[in-house]
């Protein structure tokens, strides 16, 4: 497949990628095009053969390189996936997969053993948060004026 960029689109691309194995992965691919449009085409000599063969070995070695990277990203957020729904109690599928076979869709959050450390971690600071928002507001509102004060303890908008 040919790509007709020019040098500034194909930079401009690349620094989109935030992975840097990948980004080298692209600009090795891309500059290959680059090579191979500046030359007169169909002629291919046993020299071009032999470093055409070279660049696709650096290529592959370059993909290798980035499956691994992307690999490695994919593990770390599978593993921070799963710490949060232990946090929140729920099944891997979130009570979203009627065919899940651990839970058959019943497992949403609250359903299942919490892991206290998770729930630590990603689940407590934001209700520690809220109740601040909470209170904060609360002690804004006139108490005084509030026909609700002490009957529902809510607080009227
Ligand atoms: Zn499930």
Same mark, same amino acid.
């Given at each position: 497949m040919k790509y007709s960029l020019t040098e500034e689109q194909i930079n401009g691309f690349l620094n989109e990628i935030s992975n840097p194995a990948l980004r080298n992965l692209f600009r090795m691919m891309l500059q290959n095009q680059l090579e191979e449009r500046s030359e007169s085409p169909r002629r291919i000599t046993l020299n071009k053969a032999v470093e055409d063969v070279k660049h696709l070995l650096e290529i592959n070695k370059a993909m290798k390189i980035a499956l691994n990277d992307l690999k490695t990203e994919n593990e770390r957020m599978v593993h921070r996936y799963r710490k949060i729904t232990r946090a929140l109690g729920a099944c891997e599928c979130l009570g979203e997969n009627? $065919?899940?076979? $651990?839970?058959?869709?019943?497992? $949403?959050?609250?359903?299942m053993m919490i892991d206290e450390e998770a729930f630590n971690s990603y689940v407590y600071p934001l209700i520690q948060r809220i109740t601040q928002t909470v209170d904060h507001t609360a002690n804004e509102t006139p108490v005084t004026n509030s026909p609700y004060n002490g009957a529902t303890g809510s607080t009227p908008n």
């Amino acid at each position: 497949m040919k790509y007709s960029l020019t040098e500034e689109q194909i930079n401009g691309f690349l620094n989109e990628i935030s992975n840097p194995a990948l980004r080298n992965l692209f600009r090795m691919m891309l500059q290959n095009q680059l090579e191979e449009r500046s030359e007169s085409p169909r002629r291919i000599t046993l020299n071009k053969a032999v470093e055409d063969v070279k660049h696709l070995l650096e290529i592959n070695k370059a993909m290798k390189i980035a499956l691994n990277d992307l690999k490695t990203e994919n593990e770390r957020m599978v593993h921070r996936y799963r710490k949060i729904t232990r946090a929140l109690g729920a099944c891997e599928c979130l009570g979203e997969n009627v $065919i899940c076979p $651990i839970c058959h869709g019943k497992g $949403i959050p609250g359903s299942m053993m919490i892991d206290e450390e998770a729930f630590n971690s990603y689940v407590y600071p934001l209700i520690q948060r809220i109740t601040q928002t909470v209170d904060h507001t609360a002690n804004e509102t006139p108490v005084t004026n509030s026909p609700y004060n002490g009957a529902t303890g809510s607080t009227p908008n």
